[in-house]
T-cell receptor, first 114, second 118 residues
Framework: KNQVEQSPQSLIILEGKNCTLQ??????????LRWYKQDTGRGPVSLTI?????NTKSNGRYTATLDADTKQSSLHITASQLSDSASYIC?????????????FGAGTRLAVHP | GAGVSQSPRYKVAKRGQDVALRCDPI?????LFWYQQALGQGPEFLTY????????KSGLPSDRFFAERPEGSVSTLKIQRTQQEDSAVYLC????????????????FGDGTRLSIL
């Protein structure tokens, strides 16, 4: 079964600290992997999109890594800010037929405290 | 507008009532998606449109769920005879294009409609 699993489920860090969120997937065939940020009560916003040939991609203080062999990805947040408090969702793009479908993880809920 | 717009933001209905949720995608976006997001979970795929054509409705949970996009822009998700298990956030997303050379296109999400069935 195609699955996307994220860890930890939730995380609390202090402002200014770094953190790393993990994503494991069993989706096949795999097209690309995305990380989204979802603020409470808002829709998800795209942070990064990586194909299987890309190992890392950055977007400001966010850096995503991908190991397509082990089917693992991580999202590293540097120098966290209060506004980083949100859910971070790992999404794998799957191509069962003529077009891609997205499979979403349950997310990691991050709380940044002052 | 600049982003995907959904209305209403909140909808409360009694069990058995019909509801209609609206999505205005980003202008010019060919592809439109509906997702259902339960509390504390990631979104789950419901259906996909390319222009006015509904290419995939495999995620619709029952025949009480119906979606349309008659002119290839605005879309409506209708739920008939609502049940308590229909309570969730319904998200709409649009993309400039999808599939093929557009495999890596981002999907732009609206803020969703939070549906509560009493």
């Amino acid at each position: 079964k195609n699955q996307v699993e994220q860890s930890p489920q939730s995380l609390i860090i202090l402002e200014g600290k770094n953190c790393t969120l993990q994503c494991n997937y069993t989706v096949s065939p795999f097209s690309n992997l995305r990380w989204y940020k979802q603020d409470t009560g808002r829709g998800p916003v795209s942070l990064t999109i990586m194909t299987f040939s890309e190992n890392t991609k950055s977007n400001g203080r966010y850096t995503a890594t991908l190991d397509a062999d082990t089917k693992q990805s991580s999202l590293h947040i540097t120098a966290s800010q209060l506004s980083d408090s949100a859910s971070y969702i790992c999404v794998v793009s799957w191509r069962p037929g003529g077009y891609n479908k997205l499979i979403f993880g349950a997310g990691t809920r991050l709380a940044v405290h002052p | 507008g600049a982003g995907v717009s959904q209305s209403p933001r909140y909808k409360v209905a009694k069990r058995g009532q019909d509801v209609a949720l609206r999505c205005d995608p980003i202008s010019g976006h060919v592809s439109l998606f509906w997702y259902q997001q339960a509390l504390g979970q990631g979104p789950e795929f419901l259906t996909y449109f390319q222009n006015e054509a509904q290419l995939d409705k495999s995620g619709l949970p029952s025949d009480r769920f119906f979606a349309e996009r008659p002119e290839g822009s605005v879309s409506t998700l209708k739920i008939q005879r609502t049940q308590q298990e229909d309570s969730a956030v319904y998200l709409c997303a649009s993309s400039l294009a999808w599939g093929g050379e557009y495999t890596n296109q981002p999907q732009h999400f609206g803020d969703g409609t939070r549906l509560s069935i009493l």
